[in-house]
């Protein structure tokens, strides 16, 4: 690379940096418009590079004439991506131009390129290095500002920037949709220091994820039906007119929150939650059964409480051997309950991994029966959950969209979050999310950013 001949500028002298660390810096340091001048291994660590703008001449970005008058020389220093683990510091020399247009309101401007933006205290490489380290792998904000060798700030407003480029949500076309809960902190109080007056910081969060892809779309604060019901009623009526299937846990309130905003979508209850209330229900009888027979808590030796994982195994997966031991504990009468507990369970099971309504339907007879049998007020009361949401469970069965997907989106928030060590921030928590999100299901399905849309938070 040769150098400029900026023989009148007021560069500084380049006896610190031999020939061949300057041409290594300067392939390292490959900043498109700009030439390096010097490179500089600082006594306390880190180096310095001072670049020089090739530009003789640019135009104004207010009325576009080029220039060449120079005002002055300005210096600019700015942070960059670290080569080899060595922070890099920017001292980037630049003319000042003086507008050529008369009638121009701008008087004086500087040289912007893509890396280098006007007044930025860092290369946009830099910004795009540590918004990957924090989105893509998940590091945490203060650790990765460290690595870097910037401010916390730096790195959370690098990624607040971002969120801003996110895809509009009424621009990505969704068919099913997952709605889930979760709790992101403990509630907390906070006295407003303007008003004095405290008020409680909720602590659940509602998030709205593309249940075919797992993309974060939205993230509001509380799991009332106002939340849910205000996020949808923001999305364009093409949006939710393309909407065909909504996946929820079985929570009335967001079943009802729906109904009010999309009274003719298909909601879906996946099997995730219906069979996590299989297993409580038969997890409520085995401990009722223990204390009724034993008079306490299980134990190890108790062969109903030792066996307690594989009553909760799906059936027609347990080999001989689990299948023998369960019969052991089935065969004492005092664990009658026990027994008839976990064939509800199983019947319920058939009904959500049945492969057409009809199958589900003779399933749900046979679960039925079973419930009646059994005779206990766990199952009864699993049986009318069943009633409750019938129209739901068939959904799924027909269109097998589950909330998997959100289940997964929560459990990487919840890293997110552990990550952070708790947000107290709801704004610097949800850009993490939805950024992450929305690159993660980017790598997998090639959705495109849309610069200038914001984030729907
Ligand atoms: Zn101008």
């Given at each position: 690379?040769?150098?400029?001949?900026?023989?009148?500028?007021?560069?500084?002298?380049?006896?610190?940096?031999?020939?061949?660390?300057?041409?290594?810096?300067?392939?390292?340091?490959?900043?498109?418009?700009?030439?390096?001048?010097?490179?500089?291994?600082?006594?306390?660590?880190?180096?310095?590079?001072?670049?020089?703008?090739?530009?003789?001449?640019?135009?104004?970005?207010?009325?576009?004439?080029?220039?060449?008058?120079?005002?002055?020389?300005?210096?600019?220093?700015?942070?960059?991506?670290?080569?080899?683990?060595?922070?890099?510091?920017?001292?980037?020399?630049?003319?000042?131009?003086?507008?050529?247009?008369?009638?121009?309101?701008?008087?004086?401007?500087?040289?912007?390129?893509?890396?280098?933006?006007?007044?930025?205290?860092?290369?946009?490489?830099?910004?795009?290095?540590?918004?990957?380290?924090?989105?893509?792998?998940?590091?945490?904000?203060?650790?990765?500002?460290?690595?870097?060798?910037?401010?916390?700030?730096?790195?959370?407003?690098?990624?607040?920037?971002?969120?801003?480029?996110?895809?509009?949500?009424?621009?990505?076309?969704?068919?099913?949709?997952?709605?889930?809960?979760?709790?992101?902190?403990?509630?907390?109080?906070?006295?407003?220091?303007?008003?004095?007056?405290?008020?409680?910081?909720?602590?659940?969060?509602?998030?709205?994820?593309?249940?075919?892809?797992?993309?974060?779309?939205?993230?509001?604060?509380?799991?009332?039906?106002?939340?849910?019901?205000?996020?949808?009623?923001?999305?364009?009526?093409?949006?939710?007119?393309?909407?065909?299937?909504?996946?929820?846990?079985?929570?009335?309130?967001?079943?009802?929150?729906?109904?009010?905003?999309?009274?003719?979508?298909?909601?879906?209850?996946?099997?995730?939650?219906?069979?996590?209330?299989?297993?409580?229900?038969?997890?409520?009888?085995?401990?009722?059964?223990?204390?009724?027979?034993?008079?306490?808590?299980?134990?190890?030796?108790?062969?109903?409480?030792?066996?307690?994982?594989?009553?909760?195994?799906?059936?027609?997966?347990?080999?001989?051997?689990?299948?023998?031991?369960?019969?052991?504990?089935?065969?004492?009468?005092?664990?009658?309950?026990?027994?008839?507990?976990?064939?509800?369970?199983?019947?319920?099971?058939?009904?959500?991994?049945?492969?057409?309504?009809?199958?589900?339907?003779?399933?749900?007879?046979?679960?039925?029966?079973?419930?009646?049998?059994?005779?206990?007020?766990?199952?009864?009361?699993?049986?009318?959950?069943?009633?409750?949401?019938?129209?739901?469970?068939?959904?799924?069965?027909?269109?097998?969209?589950?909330?998997?997907?959100?289940?997964?989106?929560?459990?990487?928030?919840?890293?997110?979050?552990?990550t952070g060590r708790g947000y107290r921030n709801q704004t610097n928590y949800q850009s993490r999310i939805l950024g992450r999100s929305f690159r993660r299901t980017r790598r997998r399905s090639q959705i495109h950013p849309r610069a200038g849309h914001h984030a729907q938070v």
């Amino acid at each position: 690379m040769s150098q400029p001949t900026h023989d009148h500028l007021s560069l500084p002298a380049r006896t610190t940096a031999e020939p061949a660390v300057r041409l290594a810096a300067s392939v390292v340091f490959n900043l498109s418009g700009y030439t390096v001048h010097d490179a500089v291994d600082l006594p306390l660590g880190g180096r310095r590079v001072v670049v020089a703008a090739d530009a003789t001449e640019g135009p104004c970005p207010e009325c576009g004439v080029l220039s060449w008058r120079v005002h002055q020389r300005v210096r600019q220093s700015v942070k960059d991506i670290p080569v080899g683990g060595v922070l890099v510091e920017v001292i980037v020399v630049k003319p000042r131009f003086v507008c050529a247009e008369t009638a121009c309101p701008r008087r004086t401007f500087t040289q912007a390129t893509d890396q280098l933006p006007t007044r930025a205290r860092c290369t946009t490489r830099l910004k795009e290095a540590v918004v990957a380290a924090v989105l893509d792998s998940g590091r945490a904000t203060a650790e990765v500002a460290a690595d870097h060798g910037v401010a916390w700030g730096t790195v959370n407003t690098a990624i607040l920037d971002q969120s801003l480029e996110l895809p509009a949500v009424d621009q990505v076309p969704v068919r099913a949709l997952g709605i889930d809960e979760h709790r992101f902190a403990t509630a907390k109080w906070f006295k407003n220091p303007d008003t004095a007056v405290w008020c409680r910081v909720e602590p659940w969060m509602s998030t709205f994820v593309d249940a075919n892809t797992g993309h974060v779309l939205g993230v509001v604060d509380g799991r009332s039906s106002r939340n849910v019901t205000a996020w949808l009623r923001a999305r364009s009526q093409a949006w939710l007119d393309r909407l065909e299937v909504v996946a929820i846990d079985p929570s009335a309130t967001f079943r009802n929150a729906i109904r009010q905003v999309l009274p003719a979508v298909d909601i879906s209850v996946g099997h995730f939650h219906r069979v996590k209330l299989g297993n409580q229900m038969l997890t409520d009888v085995r401990q009722r059964a223990i204390r009724e027979v034993l008079g306490r808590r299980g134990r190890k030796q108790d062969a109903v409480w030792a066996h307690r994982m594989l009553l909760l195994r799906a059936g027609d997966r347990l080999t001989e051997a689990g299948l023998h031991r369960l019969e052991e504990v089935f065969d004492e009468p005092a664990y009658e309950q026990v027994a008839a507990a976990w064939a509800v369970k199983e019947y319920l099971r058939k009904i959500l991994n049945a492969p057409s309504i009809v199958k589900a339907q003779n399933a749900r007879i046979d679960f039925e029966l079973a419930v009646a049998a059994a005779d206990l007020p766990e199952a009864d009361r699993l049986s009318l959950t069943v009633a409750n949401w019938w129209v739901e469970i068939k959904v799924f069965i027909r269109t097998q969209v589950t909330n998997a997907r959100t289940e997964a989106a929560n459990t990487a928030i919840k890293q997110i979050k552990r990550t952070g060590r708790g947000y107290r921030n709801q704004t610097n928590y949800q850009s993490r999310i939805l950024g992450r999100s929305f690159r993660r299901t980017r790598r997998r399905s090639q959705i495109h950013p849309r610069a200038g849309h914001h984030a729907q938070v």
